[in-house]
């Protein structure tokens, strides 16, 4: 599928015209019914097994994936809850849970997917959500097979990317990510966790007195 795609369109192409904002504006020139809302922290969007009749599309915040109370993946700004599957509407393969305020767009699932259908090129914005999440889906399995210390290097790795900010020479981790958030979600005990914490602070590498992962350097992780 992935090789017929690049025959019709270059990469350029695909992720100038298929991304979430050229989603957006289709959904919202077509009149697709839709609220804008805040919503709170720690707010289920989505329940696991149970039926939901909205997509949510983040404009700000951090929402995460979990699965039988395991964290899987997270999600955020200009990213998609609850398309990942898309055609399994009897019920929800996640509990999608916001860890801090979110500003989104919930869009009725059965309007959008009735318009991406009707179009020639809709089910490219489909595969490409689908591809991105299973592509992350089998990255993640394989890194959950090396020790506990590699596993909490790459899951911060790959938050950092995304989710943090530099700040008088320091590197912060949104504040969400609590160490009982990344424990989870590395698949360490808390005790490892905590071993961890106290090994990196002692070596310089995070500030230890702090309630968020603030880090001195990020070059460790990579190591």
């Known amino acids: 599928m992935q090789e017929m795609l690049v025959e019709l369109y270059s990469h350029r192409v695909i992720r100038s015209r298929f991304n979430y904002d050229s989603f957006l504006d289709i959904l ?10 805040m919503i709170p922290k720690q707010t289920v969007l989505i329940k696991e ?22 964290v899987i993946s997270f999600l955020g700004t200009k990213e998609i809850a609850g398309l990942s599957n898309t055609f399994i509407i009897e019920e929800s393969l996640y509990t999608f849970r916001t860890l801090e305020r979110c500003q989104v767009y919930a869009f009725h ?50 938050l950092l990317d995304k989710y943090s900010v530099f ?9 969400c990510f609590t160490k009982k958030i990344i424990s989870n979600y590395a698949n360490v005990s808390t005790k490892t966790m905590t071993q961890t914490w106290k090994l990196w602070s002692d070596e310089g590498y995070i500030d230890g007195e702090a309630n968020q992962f603030i880090f001195h350097s990020v070059d460790f992780l990579r190591e």
């Not at 919202?28 to 809302?37: A, G, I």
């Not at 699932?109 to 889906?137: C, K, P, T």
Request: net charge negative; hydrophobic share 40%; glycine share 4%.
């Open 49 to 70: 097994k149970e039926v939901d009749p909205f997509v949510y599309f983040i404009e700000s915040g951090v929402v995460s994936l979990e699965r039988e109370e395991q």
């Open 167 to 175: 700040e008088d020479g320091k590197v912060l981790l949104a504040k």
């Open 109 to 158: 699932r059965s309007a959008l997917v009735e318009l991406l259908l009707s179009m020639q090129e809709g089910w490219i914005y489909l595969y490409m959500n689908h591809m991105n999440h299973d592509s992350f889906l089998v990255e993640q399995c394989l890194v959950m097979r090396e020790p506990s210390e590699i596993r909490l290097k790459h899951c911060l790795t790959g």
């Open 28 to 37: 919202l020139e077509n009149r697709v019914p839709y609220t804008k809302k």
